[in-house]
C-alpha cells in the first residue's frame, strides 16, 4: 500500500491540495456571508424637548382703585414657535409676593385642576400635552379695603417648574409634592 502511495504522490499531493483549497472556500465564504449578514444601518434620531411658553394677555398697564376687578389672563402652554419635538410635562407654579397679597386677590379656579402644598407651590393635576395650554390666572380682584397706604405697586411674578410626564421623573424633581397630587398622578 506504501507503494502505491508512492506511485501516486502527485495525486494525493493534488487530492490534498483540492480538499483544503475546498475547506478555505468554504470557510471565505461562509466568513464573508456571516459579514454581509451584520451590516450597519445609519439613521437619525430626534429627542423631545421639554419647553413651553407663559402667555399674558388682556393686561393693560393703568392705576387701578380698590374694588376693581383688573382682566388679565396668565397661561402656560405646550407650545412655541419653530420647535416641533415637545414632549408632554407636569408642572408647578408658585408666585413671588412679597407683600402676600396675591392669594387673597387672584380670580383663578386653582382648586379645582390644583393642589396646593400649604407652602408655596401648585401642582397641576394633569398631563401637559402638546398644544395644550392650562390657565393659571383669570385676573385679580382689588380688595375694596385695600388702601392707598397700603401699598403701591403690585407685582406678580409666576415661576413654572416644569419636568417630563414619562418616567417617574416627578418622583425625583418634585420630590417634596404633595402625597395627594402624587396618587392623583398615579391613578389618572
Do not use: C
Amino acid at each position: 500500500m506504501f507503494n502505491i502511495l508512492k506511485k501516486h504522490k502527485d495525486l494525493v499531493i493534488i487530492l490534498s491540495l483540492l480538499v483544503l483549497f475546498v475547506v478555505f472556500a468554504i470557510f471565505v465564504s461562509s466568513t464573508l456571508t456571516f459579514f454581509k449578514n451584520n451590516s450597519s444601518v445609519k439613521g437619525e434620531v430626534q429627542l423631545g424637548e421639554l419647553d413651553f411658553t407663559i402667555n399674558v394677555t388682556n393686561f393693560t398697564n393703568k392705576n387701578y382703585m380698590p374694588g376693581d376687578e383688573i382682566d388679565i389672563n396668565v397661561n402656560i402652554e405646550n407650545k412655541v414657535e419653530n420647535k416641533e419635538f415637545l414632549i408632554p410635562f407636569y408642572f408647578r407654579f408658585s408666585f413671588i409676593d412679597e407683600f402676600n397679597y396675591l392669594k387673597t386677590f387672584l380670580k383663578a379656579n386653582l382648586e379645582e385642576n390644583f393642589i396646593y402644598d400649604n407652602k408655596e407651590y401648585y401642582y397641576y393635576k394633569y398631563k401637559v400635552n402638546v398644544n395644550d395650554k392650562v390657565k393659571l390666572i383669570n385676573g385679580i380682584r382689588i380688595d375694596k379695603n385695600f388702601t392707598d397706604q397700603t401699598i403701591k405697586e403690585i407685582d406678580i411674578s409666576v415661576i413654572i417648574d416644569a419636568v417630563q410626564s414619562e418616567y417617574g421623573a416627578y418622583k425625583e424633581i418634585f420630590y417634596d409634592a404633595p402625597t395627594e397630587w402624587i396618587e392623583f398622578i398615579e391613578n389618572n
